[in-house]
């Protein structure tokens, strides 16, 4: 299963951070990752001092933070590869897996024993399909070797463990079946628990604490903090990684994913259309419409999709009961009855039914509360409730089951791709207010639930969370005598933005929202009557005349397409992309020998530890307690430079890179290390996870080399053919940054010339107000600007150059008057004397760009100040003051 972008850049800084522990305490390693300008920002209000455990201060904790829907789980079972490579440095370690409710439990332990499940692929992969799975009831079959041999995964409630008289606790109780593993153990091990009769008890407690367990914490947000100091001490964790949409703020939070990146990577269906309803009756009704609405539109899907009904009823001692409620359904709506499922502490009618099976017949499920843990069925899509949003509980667990995505896949129909949520409250507005409560409990941030929820058509108002937050598109209003051939043909050529309608005096009323496109024109023109065109056609362009000073250049049509970078290579054309120059290069590990001086690499054993040095940074790995018992395990047989070559294939294998050029490679350094350098191989062997970590960025020094060399051949030699192309051309118009409503410069400046408009600003980098802002006031104040555009950064329609090691986004790309295309970066004042191989190599691409361009681009790194020039000069002096 291939991981989302937001999960890869989880992953990766929680990698970063354990890589940084190793060597600096993981107090240093989360302080350094967390005042990272990136990572700072993305924390927000969640960043704070590093909290350590009580009892196990060096013990790393931190905690990622995604919504609902973001699936943690799997990113739980990534983890654990993870922290292996990066922190444990243990071949097959142990891991404990805390979930919430003996639920959860139970479905975590059936897929992770599942190998055709993604968890457990996750784990395959990293051990090579040597993983054991347990409940944590069957923790006595658990035998030395399969912890010798396997990476042994036990998933367990909190409340298992958590308990301050262990006395009657099975998992902290002696068991004479668990003998085998204390075989070895010295009766005078400190931190175990003692039998009555003297020596360690034979518990799983006690086991737990001799292997020290990596500790996956999934959605049990009060678990660790919440931990007692004894139980701490009693597990002996080597780590704590937990997972959760709404942390405690001393949970070391290390990465937070918002909602916007969930809707991004097509996993949950944003926006909410809430419609409020003035009897639960009505609401009833009201979700069976937009389940048989979305029905329809599913039909013309190419995967299987049968929306679904999420009721939630009152508990038996309020009006509308599950019974009630069922009646309705049944008597009053006329649905057939094996289309309803009652699932309830009681009633658990969707036990053993698949509901992504085409066979199956069920639409409606009613619940009171029963569905908000481990129940999953991205078919549902509208969720109802009977009761009011504000008091009730338990609504944003059922909620969190109608956002996820079916197949995590944006659908071809637009209203698929949105959740739906039909309330009975007595006050107007007041659904909106309780719903955006509830999304918050999921983990979104405040702002996020308010863009989150729209009204349904007929529930707009003006005023609280449903005012409008941004202008307003004006509205093109005709009315045509109604005929039903006229009103049949303008159905059909109705599209987004156009909506047609019957009015009370027997008209038709079309209406479209924003510009009026030639095309959709053409379209209404068509469908009326002949004799209505002429006045059609004469109000349309009373129409543009009237509202041209009210729609952006986008809204109005205009697009811009501003030309890319190619180059040839071998004959054809190709994009001008490091990425793609180097599916043509053949290049190989032995042209850099990864034969590492003791400045890289050094190992001083000492009586019961290792020092080691790695590029001047000094950790010291110790042996005195788990590590020195566990190496009893190690067939020291098996120590030899070969198998230490054969284990680092494993660890460092890439796609790029052939298993037999990585072979030569390795074998090469493994043989200097051992032969000139006289280091043992024991002590290669015990410090094989720091040595693959180093050679692992020795073979990322060596691409990086190759791509600057490529980079440079096919832009820069002077055989290097390169040319610009309009035809693959980045191109700009009216709704490109459409998913990044929240993430727009909302400060008092009204920009005029902004190509999507003044209320649609992407933000800028830097203070609200700072050079990056003040550049681009400079811009739109250019009367050769016809109009600009804030160019995102990673954002897939944004315009960018290539570079050695990655790409170039530009900060601001405008087309001028002439029609030439102006592109602009700005160095800001924090990067003077630092940064500067980076921006002379964004200077030398923006140039190529431009000297190739003839004469249609023009392109600038603008600085604050340049010999006197403010940034406004630098820009006219640069295009040409007219």
Not at 7 to 23: I, N, S, Y
Not at 52 to 81: M, N
Request: aromatic share 8%; net charge negative.
């Amino acid at each position: 299963m291939k991981l989302k972008q937001y999960q890869v850049d989880a992953l990766g800084v929680l990698g970063r951070f354990f890589e940084k522990a190793r060597v600096a305490g993981p107090k240093n390693a989360y302080e350094a990752i967390t005042k990272e300008p990136e990572q700072a920002k993305r924390l927000g209000r969640y960043r704070g001092d590093y909290t350590a455990l009580e009892e196990l201060p060096g013990v790393p904790y931190v905690c990622l933070r995604l919504p609902t829907g973001g699936g943690k789980t799997i990113l739980g079972a990534h983890a654990v590869g993870i922290a292996r490579d990066a922190w444990i440095e243990k071949d097959y370690p142990v891991v404990l897996w805390l979930v919430p409710s003996n639920t959860i439990r139970l479905q975590t332990v059936e897929a992770l024993k599942n190998t055709r499940h993604p968890y457990r692929q996750a784990l395959d992969e990293v051990f090579e399909g040597r993983v054991r799975v347990f409940d944590v009831p069957d923790f006595t079959m658990i035998r030395p070797h399969d912890i010798r041999d396997n990476a042994c995964v036990v998933v367990a409630t909190i409340q298992t463990l958590r308990v301050n008289n262990t006395e009657g606790r099975k998992v902290y109780a002696h068991n004479e079946n668990m003998e085998p593993h204390f075989s070895a153990v010295p009766a005078t091990t400190p931190g175990l628990e003692q039998h009555e009769g003297g020596g360690p008890k034979f518990s799983f407690a006690n086991l737990l604490h001799i292997h020290r367990p990596l500790m996956i914490v999934d959605e049990a947000h009060n678990a660790v903090t919440g931990l007692t100091r004894d139980m701490q001490a009693r597990v002996n964790p080597c780590a704590i990684i937990e997972f959760t949409a709404t942390p405690r703020f001393n949970s070391n939070i290390l990465h937070s994913v918002s909602a916007q990146e969930l809707k991004a990577a097509e996993m949950i269906k944003l926006p909410i259309i809430l419609a409020e309803h003035d009897s639960w009756q009505n609401a009833v009704n009201g979700a069976i419409v937009s389940r048989k609405a979305l029905e329809d539109a599913a039909k013309g899907e190419t995967d299987y999709i049968r929306p679904i009904v999420l009721f939630q009823a009152q508990p038996r001692n309020q009006e509308v009961t599950v019974e009630v409620l069922k009646k309705h359904l049944i008597e009053v709506e006329q649905i057939p009855e094996e289309r309803i499922a009652v699932a309830t502490g009681d009633q658990r009618e969707l036990d053993g039914i698949d509901l992504f099976d085409p066979k199956t017949t069920i639409e409606y499920v009613i619940t009171v509360e029963a569905l908000k843990e481990g129940w999953d069925c991205s078919f549902a899509y509208v969720f109802c409730s009977v009761s009011r949003i504000q008091s009730a509980t338990d609504v944003e667990q059922l909620l969190g089951r109608v956002l996820r995505m079916p197949y995590a896949k944006r659908r071809a129909a637009e209203p698929l791709n949105r959740a739906y949520a039909h309330v009975s409250e007595a006050t107007f507005g007041a659904a909106a207010s309780g719903l955006a409560d509830k999304l918050v409990a999921m983990g979104f941030e405040e702002d996020e639930a308010k863009d989150a929820i729209e009204p349904a058509q007929g529930h707009l108002d003006d005023t609280g969370l449903f005012a409008p937050r941004e202008k307003p598109k004006p509205v093109f209003r005709h009315v045509v005598p109604a005929t039903p051939e006229a009103l049949s043909a303008l159905q059909a050529a109705a599209t987004e933005g156009v909506s047609v309608t019957e009015t009370d005096d027997g008209k038709i009323e079309i209406a479209v929202t924003g510009r009026v496109a030639p095309e959709i024109e053409t379209a209404i023109a068509t469908a009326i009557p002949a004799p209505e065109r002429q006045g059609f056609a004469e109000a349309v362009r009373k129409y543009r005349v009237e509202v041209k000073d009210q729609l952006s250049p986008a809204e109005r049509g205009e697009a811009f397409v501003v030309p890319r970078l190619v180059t040839e290579i071998q004959g054809t054309l190709e994009f001008a992309d490091t990425d793609v120059f180097m599916e043509f290069h053949d290049w190989r590990l032995a042209g850099h020998p990864a034969r590492l001086d003791e400045g890289a690499f050094a190992i001083r054993e000492m009586a019961r530890s290792f020092e080691i040095d790695v590029d001047g940074n000094r950790v010291t790995y110790q042996f005195a307690d788990e590590a020195e018992q566990l190496s009893l395990d190690v067939d020291v047989e098996g120590w030899t430079p070969q198998n230490l070559v054969l284990w680092l294939d494993r660890q460092l294998r890439q796609p790029d890179i052939h298993q037999s050029d990585l072979l030569k490679w390795l074998t090469d350094c493994i043989g200097h290390l051992v032969g000139p350098r006289k280091l043992s191989i024991a002590a290669l062997m015990r410090t094989k996870f720091i040595l693959a970590r180093k050679l692992f960025e020795r073979i990322g020094a060596a691409r990086a080399a190759e791509r600057s060399k490529v980079y440079q051949r096919y832009l820069f030699a002077p055989e290097a053919k390169v040319d610009i192309s309009f035809d693959n051309g980045f191109a700009f118009r009216d709704g490109i940054y459409a998913d990044l409503k929240r993430h727009r410069y909302a400060g008092r400046f009204r920009f005029a010339k902004h190509f999507l408009g003044a209320d649609a600003v992407p933000a800028f980098d830097g203070a609200e107000i700072g050079e990056e802002f003040q550049c681009a006031q400079a811009l739109d104040s250019l009367p050769q600007v016809k109009f600009w555009l804030r160019n995102v950064a990673r954002h897939p329609q944004s315009f960018w150059l290539p570079t050695a090691s990655d790409k170039f986004y530009p900060d601001f790309v405008a087309l001028l008057n002439d029609g030439r295309f102006f592109v602009v970066e700005y160095k800001g004042a924090l990067l003077a004397g630092a940064g500067v191989d980076d921006t002379n190599e964004k200077r030398a691409i923006g140039r190529l760009w431009e000297s190739r361009s003839g004469g249609k681009g023009v392109f600038l790194v603008v600085e604050k100040v340049v010999d006197g020039r403010d940034m406004r000069t630098q820009m006219l002096d640069k295009i040409g003051a007219t």
